[in-house]
């Protein structure tokens, strides 16, 4: 029982509260009866307090048990396979990676995929059961944590150690799912899809990328792998990428893990993901199958935000933006509220997640 409600206390119904006189010397008395009126009513009003008040604490302590206290010990067993099984259709996943300070940028991406129907096959790979829970409370089975979770209670800076942690998970988990058999699509949540990506995915090659530079290419420019900038490697973007469940595909997957592995972050060397995925790309160009995304659908954010002419002139075939060449949370917010790409305070009712 709640140790917080106020229980009166209870008579015991088998002590009488008139208790009889001794018996007198001079005076007879009747046998006592456990069914005079007096017994029958305490008796009766026992009954009325049991039937009545303990079976509404017992509501009460289920009701707030389910509301307060919902149970989350499945999920915590949820496995990658399980959920891409769930959330495939027509054998494609689509991947995210959240932590519990991106849930609002997960929100609006949502909307915006919902606005294009394909919001039933986006699992959200969770990197903190704060987020794994939230998201499997409101939407049930479209997130799956993969163990160990790293330390994500912040929203960690680009080029943080942090950062770094979180983001070289990236390729065993598109390894995992490919592994499964499924095709994928990842993207990260400071995306806004504008019109359906699948008809961009044409052909049957291994994976399916966007360039990260600013300057403009022309309209029916190549799908080659473009050539390596001043760094020596490419400057393809790691965060909108499609793969197919073939060898080339799990081929790069792999290669992007070893490369992470050759440049892991130090103080003097801040690495992120990027850089691995490219060196990847540049050193398998030969054996797999890559095709470049049209710059007009996919832009990145430095020439999305940067160059209004542009912009003005390819009205009508941008695809999926994505809010990068920025850095800060509150920043991304901004230039998403400055361009109306901010959707959750005016839409929320619009994403699985409704308003959180």
Not at 48 to 72: C, K
Not at 148 to 162: L, W
Not at 329 to 345: G, S, T
């Amino acid at each position: 029982m709640s140790s917080f409600l106020y229980q009166r206390p209870i008579h015991n119904p088998l002590s009488d509260p008139y208790p009889i006189s001794p018996r007198s010397s001079s005076n007879s008395q009747k046998p006592y009866s456990i069914f005079s009126p007096t017994t029958l009513l305490v008796l009766l009003s026992l009954l009325v307090v049991m039937g009545v008040f303990f079976p509404w604490v017992g509501m009460r302590e289920s009701f707030f048990s389910d509301t307060t206290r919902p149970s989350t010990a499945k999920w915590r067993d949820y496995t990658l396979a399980q959920a891409a099984e769930f959330v495939a259709r027509n054998g494609t996943v689509i991947v995210c990676a959240v932590s519990q300070p991106y849930l609002p940028f997960l929100n609006n991406w949502l909307i915006s995929i919902t606005r294009q129907k394909h919001q039933d096959k986006v699992l959200v790979i969770a990197e903190d059961y704060a987020t794994l829970y939230k998201v499997n409370e409101r939407w049930p089975g479209h997130a799956v944590l993969v163990p160990p979770a790293p330390d994500a209670q912040t929203a960690h800076k680009f080029g943080s150690q942090g950062f770094f942690n979180f983001t070289s998970r990236r390729p065993r988990h598109l390894l995992q799912i490919l592994e499964l058999g499924y095709n994928v699509m990842y993207n990260d949540v400071d995306m806004v899809w504008l019109a359906d990506p699948f008809p961009y995915f044409q052909g049957n090659h291994d994976v399916y990328f966007t360039d990260d530079m600013t300057p403009v290419k022309p309209l029916n420019h190549s799908h080659d792998l473009p050539p390596p900038g001043k760094k020596g490697r490419t400057y393809i973007c790691s965060c909108m990428i499609f793969l197919r469940p073939t060898s080339g595909a799990k081929l790069v997957m792999k290669k992007w893990i070893e490369e992470l592995k050759d440049q892991p972050w130090s103080r003097e060397k801040k690495a992120n993901d990027q850089p691995a995925f490219n060196w990847a790309l540049d050193k398998l160009v030969n054996k797999v199958d890559l095709y470049l995304l049209p710059q007009a659908a996919f832009p990145t954010g430095g020439l999305y935000f940067k160059n209004k002419t542009w912009v003005r002139e390819t009205k009508g075939m941008h695809v999926i933006i994505h809010n990068n060449y920025i850095l800060g949370f509150e920043k991304k917010i901004k230039r998403f509220h400055d361009y109306d790409l901010w959707l959750v305070d005016d839409h929320a009712d619009e994403s699985p997640l409704g308003r959180i």
